[in-house]
């Protein structure tokens, strides 16, 4: 009884997950407002799920049952892999490093300006992403062969970025086009 419901739980859990990774790709291409819940704390949960999917096994009594199992299994590894891949990346190849972070004179917007540098092989340049509540980022400037910001606050809301002005509340973004 008890591996039945790790079936059902696991099974509806595995599909929550894929639909948060399936927002937040989109989220990232569409450059909306993306929560970035840690890789690492998504990839522990993502092997738990994997492992109540296998104990469900224990609880299959029909097709159905059986089918849950499989996807649960299925989906929840090639999230680990997938998510394993992207931690890996980020440990060895780096990624970005905090530059510089501001806040608007009314303390309402809060940016984070990152550095990146992609090798030999790539480009460098600065991206900047405005904080919202708990885990929540938007991608709000990307300028590549830059290696410093400039920033000025006109307002409350708008902000010159390297001399690149934008209105925070009407959801300007440069270099994201």
């Not at 090639?78 to 490093?97: D, E, H, Q, T």
């Amino acid at each position: 009884m008890i591996a039945k419901k790790l079936n059902n739980v696991s099974f509806y859990l595995a599909l929550l997950f894929v639909a948060y990774a399936c927002y937040s790709f989109y989220a990232f291409l569409d450059q909306k407002w993306q929560v970035h819940f840690p890789n690492e704390i998504f990839l522990i949960i993502c092997l738990a799920l994997f492992i109540l999917g296998l104990i469900g096994f224990r609880g299959v009594r029909n097709g159905k049952d059986l089918l849950k199992s499989w996807t649960t299994v299925s989906l929840t590894l090639l999230l680990c892999l997938g998510l394993l891949l992207i931690v890996l990346f980020k440990l060895f190849w780096g990624g970005s490093a905090v530059i510089m972070s501001t806040e608007s004179p009314d303390e309402a917007y809060s940016i984070d300006f990152y550095s990146w540098d992609q090798g030999a092989t790539g480009s460098f340049g600065i991206r900047g992403e405005l904080q919202g509540p708990l885990w929540f980022k938007k991608a709000i400037y990307l300028e590549e062969e830059v290696d410093n910001v400039k920033v000025n606050w006109k307002s409350n809301s708008m902000i010159e970025i390297n001399g690149k002005q934008l209105e925070l509340k009407n959801g300007e973004t440069y270099g994201y086009e």
